[in-house]
């Protein structure tokens, strides 16, 4: 049920206006047709009743020579008078609609006056109310209720007048141009609750786009402070939080920066010292701890000022990306290839992605012995495939090689070179990018790193 759903906010709230307006009018619109039918009842009834006390008088105060005359003229489609020597056989009724036209009647007419009133049902035969019309109905609405209203009285020369009156029908409610009616103000409801949600949904999309932007690039420029009293609250606090991150990268490197300088001071000095020793085993052994130690320190150095470097996004073609970093390595005489690939091209930044990339190379070459690269194009994302033919990681290890430092004993060795940042500063740029690194064991034997960029995030496009 929940896939049926709407998944954004916007279709979220567009659908919960219109049901609660759909809900609203269906309730209205019942409640209106209630109150239409007892008004029509009611006017009908009342201009039925003077309609008949009218003729009355009138009839009762003619000579009894005009009086058919006047009966013929007076019958229509929707009254019927007829005048008798004998009483017609009409149940006398107690009710508002009698007490009406009795006050309307003198009061010798008043004296034997009998009225009825007709349920709801079919119109009688012969009776048309000039109010209802085919343009009225709706095919699907059943048939209107109809009333009638039968009254008989005792003119003053002893014959009998007896009114046959159609009340004008209830139509059903769901007709032609209520229907015409509700789709306008449909239309314009569904416009002007678009345009609403629209208006306070699209701040949010603009956070969203701003927070992937900020996760990308610290330093993207900060965002428009504009729109209701809460998105503009949003929005400062937004930028106030990018100024901070900024502040305490900078903050950081600084620090690194000056450690560095720090440690290699002292570390300058122990170098002097250690090589005006005599030679020995022990001498060397130490030079290659103080190189150690300055490597690791200059490589510390270098990944936080990655993290904090910021480049211009531009389009490139990842897989002549690749193609150029294997060649360069190959004409240096290393061991790396690459398969074919179908042009791709995405916005990054190049130089970034091509040392994270450079970097899963180069770990393939020293720990699997060469390397084969390949790019795969999809329609959602740009993968970067690098095997090696070497021993592998351990499964459990998967994982924990992307940490600063941390170097496997048994296949890592030290004296293979770095200082275990590599890996560490692939996954940070891939990341900024939006994009993940997954390593993982072949069945044939080796690693294999997946480099992922997504083409939401990265904005694939078709080839220059």
Not at 388 to 405: A, H, N, S
């Amino acid at each position: 049920m929940t896939r049926l759903l709407p998944r954004t906010l916007f279709w979220q709230m567009l659908w919960i206006l219109l049901g609660g307006m759909l809900v609203s009018h269906v309730i209205g619109s019942w409640i209106y047709a209630n109150n239409r039918a007892e008004a029509v009842r009611a006017v009908g009834g009342l201009a039925a009743t003077q309609r008949i006390a009218n003729l009355a008088r009138l009839i009762d105060e003619t000579p009894p020579a005009w009086r058919d005359r006047i009966v013929a003229a007076a019958r229509d489609a929707t009254l019927r008078v007829t005048l008798s020597a004998r009483p017609p056989p009409i149940d006398d009724e107690d009710g508002p609609v009698r007490d009406y036209l009795a006050a309307q009647l003198p009061l010798a007419l008043a004296r034997n006056l009998r009225v009825t009133v007709v349920p709801a049902g079919p119109p009688r035969p012969g009776f048309h109310h000039p109010m209802r019309g085919p343009w009225m109905g709706f095919w699907m609405a059943p048939p209107p209720p109809w009333h009638a209203l039968d009254a008989t009285m005792q003119l003053s020369d002893g014959q009998w007048l007896s009114f046959d009156a159609g009340l004008p029908p209830v139509e059903p409610l769901v007709s032609w141009p209520f229907i015409a009616a509700m789709a306008i103000m449909t239309v314009i409801v569904v416009a002007a609750s678009a345009w609403a949600v629209r208006r306070v949904t699209a701040p949010l999309g603009m956070m969203s786009a701003a927070a992937e932007r900020l996760g990308r690039d610290v330093n993207a420029p900060p965002i428009a402070e504009a729109g209701s009293l809460e998105m503009r609250q949003a929005a400062q606090s937004f930028n106030t939080m990018q100024a901070r991150l900024q502040r305490v990268l900078e903050n950081r490197t600084r620090m690194l920066a000056a450690l560095s300088h720090d440690l290699r001071t002292p570390l300058t000095l122990l170098r002097l010292r250690t090589e005006a020793l005599p030679e020995s085993e022990e001498r060397e052994r130490m030079l290659g701890t103080l190189d150690e130690a300055d490597t690791m320190v200059g490589a510390t150095l270098s990944f936080a000022r990655d993290q904090t470097a910021s480049e211009p996004m531009r389009r490139i073609d990842v897989a002549a990306l690749v193609g150029a970093i294997v060649d360069d390595m190959a004409d240096a005489g290393l061991k790396v290839s690459m398969t074919h690939a179908e042009p791709a091209v995405l916005e990054c930044q190049s130089g970034a992605l091509r040392r994270a990339i450079g970097n899963l190379i180069d770990n393939a070459l020293k720990y699997g012995g060469g390397a084969q690269a390949g790019v795969e194009a999809a329609p959602d994302a740009v993968r970067i495939i690098v095997d090696d033919d070497g021993p592998g990681i351990p499964e459990g290890e998967l994982q924990r090689v992307f940490e600063p430092f941390h170097r496997l004993e048994e296949s890592r060795s030290r004296d293979t070179g770095g200082a275990g940042l590599g890996l560490s500063i692939a996954q940070a740029i891939v990341q900024a990018h939006g994009g993940e690194i997954v390593l993982a064991n072949r069945p044939e034997g080796g690693l294999r790193a997946i480099l992922s960029l997504r083409v939401a995030t990265g904005r694939r496009t078709d080839p220059p």
